[in-house]
């Protein structure tokens, strides 16, 4: 495990290590978040900006990727969004033929959301942006940072978001 400067590691009974980080550790660590956080949405705003959109479409536009065929509670469920934010969302994509909505067979009151050839295409366009970024970080970081950072993000999801960000994941499961 890699440390900064100042990180203190204690070895307990058993042999484990536990990780001790001041106030001020923590605190570089949000600002780190946010500030990666800027930079790993940058690039997608640009190309989104042009198009009057913003990160809601963005996000929408994702997770219908991931999902083809989801529902409309489904992805509710998975932005955490509320109902009129996302119809706000959706009714602009669906206008702009990015998305498709359906009626569901089983359950006329479902719409199942699938993004048409337009909606994949830009779809794309924003992903490859954020997997280049992605990439390039990963790479300069190293397999064990890598596996590291994904141990964090997952410590620091709430229980039912994991379970959603495993299902997502790994489609049928």
């Known amino acids: 495990m890699q440390l900064c400067p100042g990180d203190v590691m204690a070895e307990v009974q058993g042999g484990e290590k536990l990780l001790f980080l001041t ?20 690039d997608p705003d640009r190309i989104l900006a042009k198009m009057a959109y913003g990160r809601a479409h963005h996000r ?3 997770f219908i990727a991931r999902s083809p065929g989801t529902t409309v509670n489904n992805l509710l469920g998975t932005l955490g969004v509320t109902k009129q934010s996302l119809n706000r969302v959706l009714r602009t994509l669906i206008a702009d033929g990015l ?3 359906r009626i569901g067979t089983a359950d006329k009151r479902e719409r199942h959301l699938s993004l048409t050839d337009r909606g ?5 366009r924003l992903s490859d942006a954020q997997r280049a970024r992605m990439r390039a970080a990963y790479r300069a970081a190293g397999p064990e940072a890598v596996a590291g950072f994904r141990k964090v993000l997952e410590a620091m999801m709430e229980p039912e978001l994991r379970r959603r960000c495993h299902a997502i994941r790994e489609p049928g499961t």
């Open 23 to 42: 106030d001020e550790q923590l605190r570089q660590g949000i600002e780190a978040m946010f500030f990666a956080y800027r930079g790993f949405t940058a």
């Open 60 to 62: 929408a536009l994702h």
């Open 99 to 101: 998305v498709e909505s």
């Open 120 to 124: 994949a295409s830009l779809e794309q």
